[in-house]
């Protein structure tokens, strides 16, 4: 490779690469903005033969957090009439209700548990 010209997002980066015997890393400076990016990268070998190559991606940001707690509280209540017996004074209409809470809790601090085996 004679010549590498790395563009990204219409800026020349190519002087801020690490190049490395597989290919090049590219750590930015600064927080790359929310939205969809294009790099260009563009090779030519001693020949004069040059190859270029297009990539789009998209980044999204999340603000950062230690704790994340929820509170979720459910009611449920189901009834039903039914014609009672004339003779049966005592014989209860129907009525269920459920209360279903729980809790959830997560800390971005605490280390992964490694996953479940099958078996």
Request: aromatic content about 10%; hydrophobic content about 30%; cysteine-free.
């Amino acid at each position: 490779m004679e010549t590498l010209v790395v563009i990204f997002d219409s800026t020349d980066i190519t002087q801020l690469l690490e190049i490395k015997d597989n290919g090049f890393e590219y750590k930015p400076f600064m927080v790359i903005s929310a939205r969809e990016h294009r790099i260009s990268i563009t090779v030519e070998d001693i020949k004069g033969s040059q190859l270029q190559k297009e990539i789009s991606f998209s980044t999204k940001h999340t603000r950062n957090f230690e704790e994340l707690v929820t509170q979720n509280d459910h009611t449920a209540t189901y009834e039903t009439h039914i014609k009672k017996p004339n003779y049966s004074k005592n014989f209860p209409d129907q009525k269920i209700e459920v209360n279903l809470g729980s809790q959830n809790w997560l800390n971005q601090n605490t280390p992964l548990s490694p996953p479940f085996e099958k078996g």
